[in-house]
């Protein structure tokens, strides 16, 4: 091993890696397939995007970090309309929500001493930023009963991934009020926050929670769901105009910049709302056929008021009901994937086609 390789953060297996037994044992089945381990989006790019993603191929200069004027414009009015954000706030485009998430605590400037709160069933990129940084982790549903003032930065998810569960406005109100009494950042990642199915969420951005100028507080949008646009890497951040500031100074030293074609992509997306209502529609019928099967096959179905996942258990090891999955020719994730309090639990994925889908439903039937 090389010096500089000895040196590189020690980082877990890549969780999907230990998935491949199943899935392996999931192609065996005579059907074919189902996987529902993943949220890739299946469904088509919009034609408006499309359309505006060819329009601007020919772009030979460097695009802009901070977004061209166009893209600026679209992001704030999506903010006012979608998440009732003061027009005062700054926004910043990233190259999707991954790479902001796994680097935001290194381009803050924390590190060493310092300590991240996370929710106790997580998307894992929030503990990877972390250990990236060489921060703490405390993993816990309640920030404000944190006691110690190495606490810098707190991860919400809401509507959360993998459990769907969503937090109402007065809860996280609350949140931003205690942190801003000790100077620590509250980090909203609402990537699902379009996808209400039994409750609808309140944007952390929303002036009643967060006030005009969002002092304080970030908030993390993607169109990977909201538009198929996975493949794009087009998301952003927004919130605290100062902090927003520090980071595209940060970004556009070290190069983050998103594609010039992408940004005006992601300006069509952003104002067209008539393929949002679709694709939301088509996530809502998957669904209703997907929670009617699993209950009807004596899953317990959890949270999952919110986003693109059901949250269900039979109060068994999640790998046996993986397992159980599997021999049906169905990948699912198990629980333990997203920390320890979900190893009783599997996450089911919405992105897959009505056909795969449908068969699913058939085969866990």
Known sequence: MSTATSRMTPLPRFPWDRLRPYADTARAHPDGPVDLSMGTPVDSVP?????????????????L??????????MSTWLTDVCGASSSIGALPTIGSKELVANL???????????????????????????????????TNDPTAIDDDRLRLIWLNHPNNPTGATLPAS????????????????VA???????????????????????????????????????????????FVAGDAA???????????AGFLLPAPVQAAMTA??????????????????????LTAVTKAGFRVDHSEAGLYLWITRDEDCWETVAWFAARGIVVAPGEFYGPDGARHVRVALTASDADIAAAADRVA
């Not at 970090?65 to 679209?74: E, M, Q, S, Y």
């Open 47 to 63: 034609e408006v995007v499309r359309a505006a993603l060819t329009g601007a191929a020919d772009s030979p200069g460097y695009p």
């Open 65 to 74: 970090t901070i977004g061209t004027p166009r893209l600026r414009a679209a």
């Open 105 to 139: 605590p290194s381009q803050l400037g924390l590190g060493a001493g310092d300590l991240i709160a996370i929710p106790s069933i997580a998307y894992p990129t929030y503990e990877i930023g972390a250990l990236l940084a060489g921060a703490d982790v405390v993993r």
């Open 171 to 186: 809860r996280l109100a609350a949140i931003v009020d205690w942190a801003r009494e000790r100077d620590v950042l509250v």
């Open 189 to 235: 990642d609402e990537c699902y926050v379009e996808l209400p199915w039994t409750a609808r969420q309140t944007s952390i951005l929303d002036t009643s929670v967060s006030g005009e100028n969002a002092e304080g507080v970030l908030a993390v949008h993607s169109l990977s769901k909201r538009s198929n646009l996975a493949g794009y890497r087009a998301a």
């Open 243 to 253: 902090i927003i500031a520090g980071l595209m100074e940060l970004r556009r030293h």
């Open 269 to 290: 997306a952003l104002l067209d709302t008539a393929h949002a209502d679709e694709q939301r529609e088509r996530y809502r019928r998957r669904r209703d056929v997907l």
